[in-house]
Nanobody
Framework: QVQLVESGGGLVQAGDSLRLSCAAS????????VGWFRQTPGKEREFVAAVSWSGSTRNYADSVKGRFTISRDNAKNTVYLQMNSLTPEDTAVYYC?????????????????WGQGTQVTVSS
């Protein structure tokens, strides 16, 4: 069983940057794709970004393309989400997730393990 712990969230102003981290423990996740999702109250959890096990494939939601960058360091068992040019619409709880599937999908039900989330709040 793998445990995922997110960190790096906080309160920032519009235009600022944040870097989220997702650290895995319990076992290595170097063979798994890892993704970031976000959720606001009353809304469904939505896909943000994902990276393949090797780091060679990266997918992004249209809403974050060009502003967010996902990366991973398998030696540290950690995945990062660099978020630039933040807007109030990026305010949400951000979750990292791991999938056993060989392909990256944006559907939450295809992701097997989840962290507890970290709050990101962007003020205008």
């Amino acid at each position: 069983q793998v445990q995922l712990v997110e960190s790096g969230g906080g309160l920032v102003q519009a235009g600022d940057s944040l870097r989220l981290s997702c650290a895995a423990s319990g076992r290595s996740f170097s063979a798994n794709a890892v993704g970031w999702f976000r959720q606001t109250p009353g809304k469904e959890r939505e896909f943000v970004a994902a990276v393949s096990w090797s780091g060679s494939t990266r997918n992004y939601a249209d809403s974050v393309k060009g502003r967010f960058t996902i990366s991973r360091d398998n030696a540290k068992n950690t995945v990062y989400l660099q978020m630039n040019s933040l807007t109030p619409e990026d305010t949400a709880v951000y979750y990292c997730a791991l999938t056993k599937s060989p392909t990256i999908t944006t559907n939450t039900w295809n992701w097997d393990d989840w962290g507890q989330g970290t709050q990101v709040t962007v003020s205008s």
